[in-house]
């Protein structure tokens, strides 16, 4: 296993890898729309929170991480949260897949060590968990996955008031009016504006 590394032929089958296998979805989301979504967020999310100051180099280093954070899954699989955390919770610090995923990516294990206890770190993680809400509430059908649309948002929010404690000097209501758009609960929903006739 040590040998083994992701490659570019595992890269280029993120279109093929799909999320979500255990809620009923009116279509699948690929890991590669996951990875563009999350990082078109924790942009707008590093400007909304953070302003225009931070450095290029950070910035670029962030959507590094954004863009690449679940490139495991391209070998793993998309297991559900639900068992990563059950996982973790039984091994503790000898969490197998955190193992196996810096066995098989180091680069992102480094990605992530490098963020990890920033803001920046929040930022990505939000973005993550916005991406995932957004998904399941418009796509998610039935009983099963209108639970886990309530129970992600619900994480969503705990995380915004999780960041705000741990750094209180930033403002992070940007995070649940940035979701609110992508809902189409605020803001102009430009399909609707381009379809109207002159």
């Not at 297991?79 to 197998?96: M, V």
């Not at 206890?117 to 399941?136: H, N, Q």
Request: hydrophobic content about 40%; charged content about 30%.
């Amino acid at each position: 296993m040590n040998d083994l590394k992701l490659n570019m032929q595992d890269i280029a089958r993120s279109g093929h890898v799909t999320r979500w296998h255990s809620v009923r979805c009116a279509r699948s989301q690929t890991l590669a729309e996951h990875h563009y979504l999350v990082t078109m967020i924790a942009r707008e999310l590093m400007r909304r929170i953070l302003g225009e100051g931070l450095p290029a180099e950070t910035q670029l280093r962030v959507l590094e991480y954004a863009l690449t954070h679940d490139t495991p899954e391209l070998l793993m699989g998309d297991l559900p949260s639900p068992l990563k955390r059950r996982i973790a919770e039984i091994s503790g610090e000898q969490d197998p897949l955190t193992r196996i995923e810096g066995e098989i990516a180091p680069e992102i294990t480094r990605l992530k060590k490098a963020l990890q206890g920033s803001a920046l770190a929040y930022i990505v993680k939000l973005a993550d968990l916005m991406d995932a809400c957004l998904f399941i509430r418009e796509e998610g059908i039935g009983r099963h996955a209108a639970v886990v649309a309530r129970k992600s948002e619900t994480l969503l929010r705990e995380k915004v008031a999780e960041a705000q404690q741990r750094f209180s000097e930033l403002d992070w209501s940007p995070v649940m009016e940035l979701y609110s758009q992508m809902r189409g609960e605020t803001g102009a929903d430009n399909r609707l504006l381009f379809e109207e006739t002159p």
